[in-house]
């Protein structure tokens, strides 16, 4: 069959043939059955670009033509390649937006209808280029189809993906740290396909890039954003659909912006027919072509986006994706040794991939150049820098994935604390936030939203964004809280939460460690338990946790008026007051009545200094197990070999560990503390607590009903003895300010 001579730029087709060949016959049952209005005939043709994924004309004019898009057949290198179920989920979702994209008609997973799965959509005749140079067009169409593709690039970044249905498209935030790893586990498998699939040395590559990470931002990526993959209208300079969504995910959107960029530093073609996608890096007459510097390109994007410009992680981006243009081309070769590549110039794309791998290796060393920070530093076994993102539910009902937060104003100690605790397998998230004010009184507000997913931290007015993995955190909140006037009165929530006033609370909050992360990651086998009170800590409270020290930056308001601010770090005066806090976050099965009883005694003196203290308690009433540490610095941690507790309550009495007054069972308020800390070399730190303010928290859903007293305290280190760490010793005597957290299931205490 000759070419159609209806048949656009970009979308000529071939006659099918060899392993991509598929039955006919079962494709027109199918398409009968499953397309509405689908009449036939079945005349299959296969479109000549694509290079992983075959995809087929269906039909011929004047009847309605479809397109099939199929995985390819025979070995699949990596399980999570090629998925059809995921392109055709995200183009039905992208239907009623701003993004323009064929309409997807019918899914076909069932293996045996053509030998692999496929869906069908609508054919959108137009034109697609295979050079960015566009030399079929005039300089004013070339400039209006420029703009016209980044105004569809930014409209895909723009979409809100969780309100599109895309929730669990992707892992909300960490793209690069997880393609860093992913991408060098895909390139190992590949070379294992064929001695002839060239080798990439990934080590030093991935090394340079992890410690140069940028912020991360979190958005719908198409993740191969170029020409070949845009149908332009067939005479029109705009843009009608965007195809081949295979690599989409809710990632980091500079990836699509540096990606479309590359034709700057890709080589102009000046054939018609290049074998690979050309550039416009020297093509004749740029100047005067129509076609936007990659200034210009950039700050269009900005402008749309709002994302700065310039921007300072440029070179970084521009690194990722050369070395990841490596691996997706050693993949190419992998597929041409193994017989399953869609694409006649395979072995031409081949070659690209030492070259690619080369060009990453001489930019990582121009990023090396400009110096770089190393991620902070992870004290605990089994943590990984991913750790600060959420994790899998594992199928357990009661999983439960929570992030706690508390910041104080180190001079006048306004501050508070929130937590955010995905239930997601019970379809909701428990939601706290509470601010304690200077006159004694409180807001406060607890919720439990419903959600449907544990990825990322979304609820409630609350949201929680991971800038840099365990190093900046942003929160915000906007909502409804309860002025409590006297905070002892949340002992009857439901009296005090209705009938004190309603306020209207904004939270934007920059959360930037000054400390080391410290925890525990989850465990890859796992242990008999002991029965021991951590050993329910850690199967039925939390599998796995970390804690952190920070600098808080930001605002909050109340009905409007500003009560807590500390401008960014760069404004900040010498001397002036700061905010300090720190962040938990705890991941795995959770009952709060998991445990009898806890204390958690936490505070920052100053940058330098923070300590976190905890005590588990047996059912009994003794101390099971003892946990304290102090961090020095932002890289170092003293550990203490012993920790000891005692807690003055309202009857004036002093209780040692956990024990507290019997004939109040922690119904009433703890007023002080004193925790004293014994390290191994015989050096010995005691850290005394006065209780500012007191909150009554309880939680009446579990199976045993759970009192939580939250204390705010300042804190007074009044003994550093045999101690050799200098910063530890130029604190004594100082002061500082924080949260004691008392957790106890009362025996006969009613709630």
């Known amino acids: ?264 530093d890709t080589p102009y073609s000046p054939d018609p027919s290049p074998k690979s996608i050309g550039g416009v890096a020297g093509m004749p007459h740029l100047d005067a072509s129509g076609i936007p510097t990659e200034q210009e390109m950039l700050t269009q994007y900005a402008r749309l986006t709002g994302r700065p410009y310039p921007d300072p992680d440029w070179l970084f981006y521009k690194t990722f994706y050369i070395w990841r243009g490596a691996v997706i081309v050693q993949g190419i070769a992998a597929r041409l040794h193994s017989g399953n590549a869609s694409n006649k110039h395979a072995a031409k794309y081949a070659r690209f991939a030492p070259i690619f791998a080369g060009r990453a290796l001489s930019m990582a060393k121009q990023l090396a150049a400009t110096g770089g920070k190393a991620p902070p530093k992870l004290i605990g076994p089994n943590l990984a820098m991913m750790d600060d993102y959420t994790h899998s539910t594992e199928g357990i009902k009661n999983f439960n994935e929570s992030v706690y937060f508390n910041f104080f104003d180190t001079e006048s100690h306004t501050g508070g604390f929130m937590r955010l605790g995905n239930r997601a397998n019970e379809g909701y998230a428990e939601r706290t936030l509470c601010m304690f004010l200077p006159d004694g009184s409180a807001v406060f507000t607890y919720g439990r939203p419903k959600i449907t997913s544990n990825n990322g931290w979304h609820a409630g007015g609350l949201d929680v964004k991971i800038v840099r993995p365990m190093a900046e955190v942003v929160t915000t909140f906007a909502g409804e809280a309860t002025l409590i006037r006297n905070p002892l009165d949340l002992f009857d929530p439901k009296e005090a939460l209705g009938k004190e006033p309603k306020v209207h609370v904004e939270l934007a909050l920059t959360h930037c460690n000054v400390g080391p992360c410290f925890g525990k990651g989850a465990a890859k086998k796992k242990k008999k338990a002991s029965g021991s009170a951590e050993d329910k800590l850690t199967e039925n409270f939390s599998k796995a946790h970390t804690e952190q020290h920070n600098r808080v930056f930001g605002t909050v308001k109340i009905d409007g008026r500003t009560v807590l601010a500390t401008p960014p770090p760069e404004a900040v005066e010498a001397g002036a007051a700061k905010v300090l806090g720190l962040r938990d976050h705890s991941w795995g099965p959770r009952s709060w009545s998991a445990i009898s009883c806890y204390r958690w005694i936490n505070g920052s003196i100053n940058e330098d200094v923070g300590f976190a203290f905890s005590i588990l308690g047996n059912p009994d009433g003794t101390v099971g197990s003892t946990h304290g540490i102090i961090h020095v610095g932002d890289r170092r941690m003293m550990m203490a070999a012993e920790v000891s507790l005692r807690t003055k309550y309202q009857d004036d009495v002093w209780y040692a560990g956990v024990d507290s007054p019997s004939e109040f069972k922690v119904l009433q308020p703890f007023r002080q503390m004193e925790v004293t800390l014994r390290f191994g070399d015989g050096g010995v730190v005691v850290v005394d607590g006065t209780v500012l303010s007191y909150i009554p928290l309880r939680n009446s859903k579990s199976a045993k009903p759970v009192r939580i007293g939250e204390g705010h305290v300042r804190y007074t280190v009044s003994k550093v003895e045999g101690v050799s760490e200098p910063l530890l010793q130029k604190v004594a005597g100082a002061t500082g300010v924080g949260i004691s957290e008392y957790l106890d299931t009362p025996k006969e205490a009613k709630l």
């Open 1 to 264: 069959m000759t070419q159609d001579a209806r048949e656009l730029p970009g979308q000529e087709t071939s006659e099918v043939s060899g392993s991509l060949s598929i039955d006919v016959a079962r494709l027109d049952a199918y398409l009968r059955k499953e397309v509405d209005g689908y009449t036939g005939p079945t005349v299959v043709r296969k479109f000549g670009l694509g290079q992983s994924n075959p995809t087929y004309l269906i039909g011929a004019p004047p009847q309605k033509q479809y397109v099939v898009r199929a995985q390819p057949p025979g070995q699949k290198m990596n399980k999570t390649a090629h998925r059809m179920d995921r392109e055709y989920d995200v183009l039905k979702a992208l239907g009623g937006t701003d993004v323009p994209v064929p309409k997807v008609y019918a899914l076909c997973m069932d293996e045996s209808v053509i030998g692999s799965s496929f869906y069908v959509m609508e054919f959108c005749r137009g034109r697609i280029f295979k050079r960015a140079s566009m030399d079929e067009m005039t300089p004013a169409d070339r400039a209006a189809a420029y703009t016209d593709t980044i105004r569809v690039m930014a409209a895909i970044h723009n979409v809100d993906w969780r309100a599109a249905g895309l929730v669990d498209y992707g892992k909300c935030g960490g793209m690069y740290y997880r393609q860093l790893s992913s991408l060098t586990f895909v390139s190992k498998s590949q070379e294992k396909v064929s001695p002839k699939v060239p080798k990439i040395k990934n080590s030093k590559i991935v090394e340079v890039l992890k410690n140069h990470m940028p912020p991360d931002s979190v958005g719908l990526t198409h993740g191969d954003f170029k020409f070949d993959n845009l149908v332009f209208h067939p005479t029109e300079p705009r843009i009608i659909a965007v195809l081949d969504w295979e690599l989409s995910t809710i990632g980091h959107p500079m990836l699509d912006l540096v990606t479309l960029a590359n034709v700057y």
